[in-house]
């Protein structure tokens, strides 16, 4: 047993110390500099520091920090600082030759240090560029000390230094991490645009091996889906992982089986706001922190008498304790709140908070609900202590985010949501190919606003429903004709009010790509209206094929009994149990990359003949392409618990994700003005 458990730890401390030496490391450059550190780092130290930055900055010493983007014009000149240490993730040289110049040109630094997590090799260079002046940086650290002496008052001799390191895990929970940089990776739909994120997928393929070097790790590489495939094959072949391959023969280096899967697979499981997680509430009801994909806006304004003076000053769910994390995505409501409700009460009779203590007198308490824990804390706001406060912060956080969920505006239109998602399943399971399911979303559409539903909620809607029903049912062309219709005239309707609003930051995705119209004219808005929905309905019908290559998976319907109703099942839930599955047999749609063919230079690929097995190996991790639902985590860890197995099992995937990202990332990102 002792030996199962150090197993099941070591992957999870490898991890928290690859990921506390690399911001060691970094903190080692920073020193008496101004630092500049871009969206998917600050994310990235966000996670590792608990909420926690400017403390982490503060004792490394560092004189000023700034916002490291693009957009960024209002860079102002640091005062009295001859060092400059910038932290990018990004591999468009385009971005440095614009942003490091504009920063270098405003300020007279005479040391610049370059902490970039983008190889040498996968820098976005023109193929004017010579190869001998990509390597180890050598145009871009050129262009930086130019741009360093064209503000130099005398001729100082300007160091540079460009440092790898690969920033791009958060670790969220034990056992789930997340790859800010990576957040917008995702399979396309249509195969034929594979190569066209071969750039991002070198930088994706070049991080995992950075990490695989620090863990000493060779790997078996699986996948299931083409776009995952063609990763797969990439980090199989890549020169400095064949290297790193090489120098581990013969060596006791331990193994580790990574499984790549794409998430359009599955957009079913994505776009449910059916689930027990409360997690996925939370990230459903409340804003993103600005510029973040994993974390969001809590406010913090209910602990405090004087509220205005925390407006500005949001929470959030990052923390150390990953016990907190862990609670949110795996248990049920009723036990959350409990959990939640007692951490208050201990809190509030702690020996060491006297003043909370003096003014509480614990009660019994039958029915614990969202607003019995909003009166535990306006216990806070009573005593204004500020010091007892601070001591449970990251407790608080959570609690308040949990209270602003349950209690969301949104609700009542989330449980809508979940009552249709239902109805729909059961609609399919009975009445299969004479469905009436789009007759009824068009006539949803239709009365939308009626109903207190968005349109952006709808089209999450559809995408749930043709990534269930996939290939096995075909929906009547009157059908889709109609449905098509009704998109066509909510998108009118949409455009025409919003084009009577001015913009604001609160607009969803869908308001912003309508927002883009740049027409006033009825009868072109209606014509792209109707652009817009035949592009919506091609893509609905290319999601319903994505698993139709498959063999296993092709459905995400499951009916146990013929006296149970029909469940959905997503795909991380069929792959897990059947790795997991005692008997080891042979899974068709897990494809293996076959090293020894590869490492003879054959370049052979073993389409679904697993020459091992996942479990031969110690260490599982699980990367979707793509995104992964607080949902799928808390059900494919219970179907961990209900395995005997002595392997660790990490979930990882580009972002956590809500079903309105899906909206954006498959449905409107593509749309043609």
Same mark, same amino acid.
């Given at each position: 047993?002792?030996?199962?458990?150090?197993?099941?730890?070591?992957?999870?401390?490898?991890?928290?110390?690859?990921?506390?030496?690399?911001?060691?490391?970094?903190?080692?450059?920073?020193?008496? #500099?101004?630092?500049?550190?871009?969206?998917?780092?600050?994310?990235?130290?966000?996670?590792?520091?608990?909420?926690?930055?400017?403390?982490?900055?503060?004792?490394?010493?560092?004189?000023?920090?700034?916002?490291?983007?693009?957009? +960024?014009?209002?860079?102002?000149?640091?005062?009295?600082?001859?060092?400059?240490?910038?932290? !990018?993730?990004?591999? +468009?040289?385009?971005?440095?030759? @614009?942003?490091?110049?504009?920063?270098?040109?405003?300020?007279?630094?005479?040391?610049?240090?370059?902490? =970039?997590?983008?190889?040498?090799?996968?820098?976005?260079?023109?193929?004017?560029?010579?190869?001998?002046? %990509?390597?180890?940086?050598?145009?871009?650290?050129?262009?930086?000390?130019?741009?360093?002496?064209?503000?130099?008052?005398?001729?100082?001799?300007?160091?540079? =230094?460009?440092?790898?390191?690969?920033?791009?895990?958060?670790?969220?929970?034990?056992?789930?991490?997340?790859?800010?940089?990576?957040?917008?990776?995702?399979? *396309?739909?249509?195969?034929?645009?594979? $190569? +066209?994120?071969?750039?991002?997928?070198?930088?994706?393929?070049?991080?995992?091996?950075?990490?695989?070097?620090?863990?000493?790790?060779?790997?078996?590489?699986?996948?299931?889906?083409?776009?995952?495939?063609?990763?797969?094959?990439?980090?199989?072949?890549?020169?400095?992982?064949?290297?790193?391959?090489?120098?581990?023969?013969?060596?006791?280096?331990?193994?580790?089986?990574?499984?790549?899967?794409?998430?359009?697979?599955?957009?079913?499981?994505?776009?449910?706001?059916?689930?027990?997680?409360?997690?996925?509430?939370?990230?459903?009801?409340?804003?993103?922190?600005?510029?973040?994909?994993?974390?969001?806006?809590?406010?913090?304004?209910?602990?405090? %008498? !004087?509220?205005?003076?925390?407006?500005?000053?949001?929470?959030?769910?990052?923390?150390?304790?990953?016990?907190?994390?862990?609670?949110?995505?795996?248990?049920?409501?009723?036990?959350?709140?409990?959990?939640?409700?007692?951490?208050?009460?201990?809190?509030?009779?702690?020996?060491?908070?006297?003043?909370? @203590?003096?003014?509480?007198? *614990?009660?019994?308490?039958?029915?614990? #609900?969202?607003? #019995?824990?909003?009166?535990?804390?306006?216990?806070? $706001?009573?005593?204004?202590?500020?010091?007892?406060?601070?001591?449970?912060?990251?407790?608080?956080?959570?609690?308040?985010?949990?209270?602003?969920?349950?209690?969301?505006?949104?609700?009542?239109?989330?449980?809508?949501?979940?009552?249709?998602?239902?109805?729909?399943?059961?609609?399919?399971?009975?009445? @299969?190919?004479?469905?009436?399911?789009?007759?009824?979303?068009?006539?949803?559409?239709?009365?939308?606003?009626?109903?207190?539903?968005?349109?952006?909620?709808?089209?999450?809607?559809?995408?749930?429903?043709?990534?269930?029903?996939?290939?096995?049912?075909?929906?009547?062309?009157?059908?889709?004709?109609?449905?098509?219709?009704?998109?066509?005239?909510?998108?009118?309707?949409?455009?025409?009010?919003?084009?009577?609003?001015?913009?604001?930051?609160?607009?969803?995705?869908?308001?912003?790509?309508?927002?883009?119209?740049?027409?006033?004219?009825?009868?072109?808005?209606?014509?792209?209206?109707? $652009?817009?929905?035949?592009?919506?309905?091609?893509?609905?019908?290319?999601?319903?094929?994505?698993?139709? *290559?498959?063999?296993?998976?092709?459905?995400?319907?499951?009916?146990?009994?013929?006296?149970?109703?029909?469940? @959905?099942?997503?795909?991380?839930?069929?792959?897990?149990?059947?790795?997991?599955? *005692?008997?080891?047999?042979?899974?068709?749609?897990?494809?293996?990359? !076959?090293?020894?063919?590869?490492?003879?230079?054959?370049?052979?690929?073993?389409?679904?003949?697993?020459?091992?097995?996942?479990?031969?190996?110690?260490?599982?991790?699980?990367?979707?392409?793509?995104?992964?639902?607080?949902?799928?985590?808390?059900?494919?860890?219970?179907?961990?618990?209900?395995?005997?197995?002595?392997?660790?099992?990490?979930?990882?995937?580009?972002?956590?994700?809500?079903?309105?990202?899906?909206?954006?990332?498959?449905?409107? #990102?593509?749309?043609?003005?």
């Amino acid at each position: 047993m002792l030996c199962f458990l150090i197993n099941i730890m070591e992957g999870i401390n490898d991890l928290e110390q690859f990921l506390a030496d690399t911001w060691h490391d970094i903190a080692g450059f920073v020193s008496e #500099s101004a630092v500049y550190i871009d969206h998917a780092a600050t994310e990235c130290l966000h996670w590792y520091t608990g909420g926690k930055i400017h403390s982490f900055f503060k004792d490394t010493g560092v004189v000023s920090i700034y916002e490291l983007a693009m957009y +960024n014009f209002r860079y102002v000149k640091v005062q009295n600082c001859k060092k400059v240490v910038i932290i !990018s993730t990004s591999t +468009n040289l385009a971005f440095y030759q @614009r942003t490091v110049k504009m920063i270098l040109e405003k300020n007279a630094f005479e040391h610049c240090t370059i902490i =970039t997590a983008a190889h040498s090799s996968v820098l976005n260079y023109e193929d004017t560029v010579p190869l001998e002046d %990509r390597v180890d940086y050598v145009k871009l650290k050129r262009d930086v000390k130019s741009w360093m002496h064209s503000n130099q008052q005398s001729q100082v001799d300007c160091s540079v =230094t460009i440092v790898f390191r690969p920033v791009f895990i958060s670790l969220i929970d034990n056992g789930l991490f997340v790859t800010p940089p990576l957040s917008d990776l995702l399979s *396309p739909l249509n195969n034929e645009l594979l $190569k +066209n994120s071969e750039n991002t997928v070198d930088h994706f393929v070049n991080l995992f091996n950075s990490l695989l070097t620090y863990l000493n790790l060779k790997e078996d590489i699986y996948s299931v889906g083409k776009y995952s495939e063609y990763v797969a094959e990439k980090l199989e072949t890549s020169s400095m992982a064949i290297d790193r391959r090489n120098n581990l023969v013969g060596a006791k280096g331990k193994g580790v089986s990574l499984i790549f899967v794409d998430r359009t697979l599955d957009l079913c499981t994505s776009t449910s706001n059916n689930t027990e997680s409360l997690l996925a509430r939370i990230l459903c009801t409340l804003p993103h922190l600005p510029h973040h994909c994993n974390d969001v806006a809590i406010n913090m304004s209910p602990l405090f %008498r !004087s509220a205005q003076k925390f407006d500005h000053v949001p929470g959030c769910l990052a923390s150390n304790d990953k016990t907190l994390m862990n609670i949110l995505i795996t248990k049920k409501q009723k036990e959350v709140l409990a959990t939640m409700n007692k951490m208050l009460i201990d809190i509030l009779s702690a020996k060491e908070n006297l003043k909370l @203590r003096e003014n509480f007198k *614990p009660k019994l308490t039958t029915r614990i #609900s969202a607003h #019995s824990l909003e009166k535990l804390v306006n216990k806070f $706001k009573d005593i204004d202590d500020l010091q007892a406060i601070s001591d449970s912060s990251k407790k608080l956080q959570a609690v308040l985010g949990i209270i602003q969920a349950l209690t969301s505006e949104k609700t009542s239109r989330l449980e809508l949501l979940i009552s249709l998602e239902k109805l729909v399943l059961q609609n399919i399971a009975v009445s @299969r190919d004479s469905t009436s399911v789009l007759g009824q979303l068009s006539n949803i559409i239709k009365t939308r606003e009626k109903r207190g539903l968005d349109t952006d909620n709808i089209l999450a809607l559809l995408v749930h429903i043709y990534a269930l029903v996939g290939t096995e049912i075909q929906f009547s062309p009157q059908q889709e004709q109609q449905l098509e219709e009704a998109i066509t005239d909510a998108v009118f309707e949409d455009t025409t009010k919003f084009k009577k609003n001015t913009m604001n930051s609160n607009m969803s995705m869908y308001q912003q790509t309508l927002s883009l119209f740049g027409v006033a004219n009825a009868e072109i808005i209606k014509e792209k209206s109707a $652009k817009i929905a035949k592009h919506i309905m091609n893509i609905l019908h290319e999601i319903a094929q994505q698993r139709a *290559p498959l063999h296993n998976y092709t459905s995400l319907m499951s009916k146990s009994s013929s006296q149970e109703i029909v469940q @959905r099942i997503g795909i991380l839930q069929q792959l897990l149990k059947d790795i997991l599955h *005692p008997d080891r047999y042979e899974i068709p749609d897990l494809h293996q990359r !076959s090293p020894s063919f590869i490492s003879a230079g054959f370049n052979l690929f073993s389409k679904g003949r697993i020459k091992h097995h996942p479990c031969d190996n110690n260490w599982i991790i699980i990367y979707v392409i793509g995104g992964i639902t607080p949902e799928e985590i808390r059900e494919t860890k219970e179907m961990i618990s209900l395995f005997n197995t002595n392997c660790q099992i990490t979930i990882a995937g580009s972002r956590l994700l809500n079903p309105l990202d899906i909206v954006d990332k498959v449905l409107l #990102s593509s749309i043609d003005y």
